[in-house]
């Protein structure tokens, strides 16, 4: 006799498994739906040039000193096309005090490259982006996000904060950005564009405006009670010994913005006899002129009364 068939036994049908970080997310997403900044370039009539020129301006500078300047650019160099074509002087007088002025340099460098390689209009794409003069891998990511609407990986100074404590449970990300972080970065970052978009700009701002690097308002914050860095007793941060602080008095930085700020208001060139004046260590200014002419921000040029300098173009 033939044994019977055994019949399959079924299997249990699994889950689907909870998004980690969904809660995270929606209760920063809820914050900043309540509580988002009025800033011009998050307008509804924002361009993506405006976009990637606040995104320039705002490396290494807070929004405060941004706004205004980006809104007299705007109104100066409303498309890519008007920048490319200003003379450069003009452009380092308008960066006037944003500070790291090569960022100006580079920018108008980006916007001859738009009008050159992509008929005036701000390409879309990271590959694309980052082909441009000056934008990195952050930069293009934030147009991607803020400018078109599409998913990206948006990961600045403040978001990488707000994921080592919330995520990670440390006081502050490493130095340099770790392989690591890049990992959480993309994990917690949403498949879906709108959701993406929206998660970019509210870690971003949580990290600007509550989880700060100083004194970061634990009271306040969204996700106070699921933040691993709170729950293990906010301890301190383990990478202190490896971080480089360097004041602002008497560094060469400080020398360079003396020199370019006496350029700026000058209606011409000027003798170097002036330039000397703006700083004691003879030495220490050689450097800083010659490293500025390096740089190409500014121009030495010999006349029959000697030396004078100017602002390139």
Known sequence: MTAPASRPVPLPVASAARDPHADLRDAVGRWFGETARDLPWRAADRTAWGVLVSEVMLQQTPVVRVEPAWRAWMERWPEPADLAAAPTSDVLRAWGRLGYPRRALRLQECARAIVERHGGEVPHGEEALRALPGVGEYTAAAVTAFAHGRRAVVVDTNVRRVLARAVGGNALPAPSYTAAE??????????????????????????????????????????????????????????????RTQAWAGTDRQVRGRVMAVLREAPGPVPRGVVTEVWHDAAQLDRCVASLVEDGLVESIQVPEGEVYRLPG
């Open 182 to 243: 890049r990992a959480t970065a993309a994990a917690v970052a949403p498949a879906d564009d709108v959701d993406a978009v929206l998660w970019a700009a509210a870690s971003m701002e949580l990290g600007a405006l509550v989880c700060t690097a100083r004194t970061p308002r634990c009271g306040v914050c969204p996700v106070r009670d699921a933040c691993a860095w709170r729950r293990a007793g906010r301890p301190g941060d383990e990478h202190a010994g490896r971080r």
